[in-house]
T-cell receptor, first 114, second 116 residues
Framework: QKEVEQDPGPLSVPEGAIVSLNCTYS??????FMWYRQYSRKGPELLMY????GNKEDGRFTAQVDKSSKYISLFIRDSQPSDSATYLC??????????????FGDGTTLTVKP | GAVVSQHPSWVICKSGTSVKIECRSL??????MFWYRQFPKQSLMLMAT?????????EQGVEKDKFLINHASLTLSTLTVTSAHPEDSSFYIC????????????FGPGTRLTVL
């Protein structure tokens, strides 16, 4: 069993829809939770990261972490065609664990249709 | 913002040849650089961690004699795939870091390697 499982998709929604992307994990030592966006044939770019449980909002994006359920989500409001990309969740352990050693999900490919 | 470049962006080579991929941090000095491999529709798999002036630390299952990493300066790391075979065909991505947290790590655009 993988340490991080991500809904594989693909996901296709109309412009303006609310998108929910999800990951579950098994390692209770994970403390930092990241979401990356990766356009085709490009490297990932960090969207948001959160520490421990709770919500974090940045513009149209909201990240939620529920450590009791080992479940994280990324919500995208008012989705735009430019949001079409693959979204990767990633997790890492204690503060002393370098982010470069994060464990990544396989990614969910999102298409937002105009 | 911080920019990381990779060169080449794509390369096709014959089986048995070696290929060198460069990773540069353009406007900052990176304390650590990472090399990942990503197969289609799969996650990033960390191959090795490299610090300037010291030997790279390879992840379990990654052959250090096949994937040679040189970190000559705080802005340049290279990955050489030696005696490449078709199964080495993949998307290779580097990242450069100035700290421990996710918002201090910057990814390059990746290099697509195809071995014929």
């Amino acid at each position: 069993q993988k340490e991080v499982e991500q809904d594989p998709g693909p996901l296709s929604v109309p412009e303006g829809a609310i998108v929910s992307l999800n990951c579950t994990y098994s390692n209770s030592a994970f403390q930092y939770f990241m979401w990356y966006r990766q356009y085709s044939r490009k490297g990932p770019e960090l969207l948001m990261y959160t520490y421990s449980s709770g919500n974090k909002e940045d513009g149209r994006f909201t990240a939620q972490v529920d450590k009791s359920s080992k479940y994280i989500s990324l919500f995208i409001r008012d989705s735009q065609p430019s949001d079409s990309a693959t979204y990767l969740c990633a997790m890492s352990g204690s503060l002393n664990t370098n982010a470069g050693k994060s464990t990544f999900g396989d990614g969910t490919t999102l298409t937002v249709k105009p | 913002g911080a920019v990381v470049s990779q060169h080449p962006s794509w390369v096709i080579c014959k089986s048995g040849t070696s290929v060198k991929i460069e990773c540069r941090s353009l406007d900052f000095q990176a304390t650590t650089m990472f090399w990942y491999r990503q197969f289609p529709k799969q996650s990033l798999m960390l191959m090795a961690t490299s610090n300037e002036g010291s030997k790279a630390t390879y992840e379990q299952g990654v052959e250090k004699d096949k994937f040679l990493i040189n970190h000559a300066s705080l802005t340049l790391s290279t990955l050489t795939v030696t005696s490449a075979h078709p199964e080495d065909s993949s998307f290779y991505i580097c990242s450069a870091s100035v700290g421990d947290l996710a918002d201090t790590q910057y990814f390059g655009p990746g290099t697509r390697l195809t071995v014929l």
